[in-house]
């Protein structure tokens, strides 16, 4: 059965600290690795697709890399607006079903 | 135009009442979604519809009843629901039902009372 674990499941950092999000998968036939950001009471906010293994993608503060296994967001030097829930989904080629982890809520305090 | 439209952004309903909840794109996108989310939980799918047919049902209760009249619009029809169904209700569109990102609504927030 296809899933997606995201940790940790709550991070706070100070601005300027960066740190990673982790979010691991297992799916058959990996069509597409996706990460958003979600703000609260708001819909999810698409950031980033990934495909293949050693891919990487950058965007401002946020750098996603893809593995066999896992994916990592890298957030450098964050800001307090970068404080939201981030979320990770995979989706393969059973049915096309999009699976989404369980979320990482990032608070950043100035 | 990138956007998803949900109207309304808030509902709340009685457990006797009829409400519809509706989602508009102009992106030319094939498929569309409606995702059902409590708080802190992720999106969980309840039905996708592909060039205006309805592909995949989670197993989803008859009390909501989606609609597609076109390739722009989608609509989720609420009767005689519960209160465990209060929840934030997103509509999403993919250029189509493969591969793609999906692109979200900002959602309807439903209470039932």
């Known amino acids: 059965e296809d899933q997606v674990t995201q940790s940790p499941e709550a991070l706070r950092l100070q601005e300027g600290e960066s740190s990673s999000l982790n979010c691991s998968y297992t799916?058959?036939?990996?069509?597409?690795l996706f990460w958003y950001r979600q703000d609260p009471g708001k819909g999810p906010e698409f950031l980033f697709t990934?495909?293949?293994a050693g891919e990487e993608k950058e965007k401002e503060r946020l750098k996603a890399t893809l593995t066999k296994k896992e994916s990592f967001l890298h957030i450098t030097a964050p800001k307090p607006e970068d404080s939201a829930t981030y979320l990770c989904?995979?989706?393969?080629?059973?049915?096309?079903?999009?699976?989404f982890g369980q979320g990482t809520e990032l608070s950043v305090k100035p | 135009d990138t956007e998803v439209t949900q109207t309304p952004k808030h509902l709340v309903m009685g457990m006797t009442n009829k409400k519809s909840l509706k989602c508009e794109q102009h992106?030319?996108?094939?498929?569309m979604y409606w995702y059902k989310q409590k708080a802190k939980k992720p999106p969980e799918l309840m039905f996708v519809?592909?060039?205006?047919?309805?592909?995949i049902n989670e197993s989803v209760p008859s009390r909501f009843s989606p609609e597609c009249p076109n390739s722009s619009l989608l609509n989720l029809h609420l009767h005689a629901l519960q209160p465990e169904d209060s929840a934030l209700y997103l509509c999403?569109?993919?250029?189509?039902?493969?591969?793609?990102?999906?692109?979200f609504g900002s959602g309807t927030q439903l209470s039932v009372l």
């Open positions: 989904a995979s989706r393969g080629d059973q049915g096309g079903k999009l699976i």
């Open positions: 799916v058959s036939g990996l069509r597409g």
């Open positions: 990934l495909y293949s």
């Open positions: 992106m030319g996108h094939r498929a």
């Open positions: 519809y592909s060039y205006e047919k309805l592909s």
């Open positions: 999403a569109s993919s250029q189509t039902a493969t591969n793609e990102k999906l692109f």
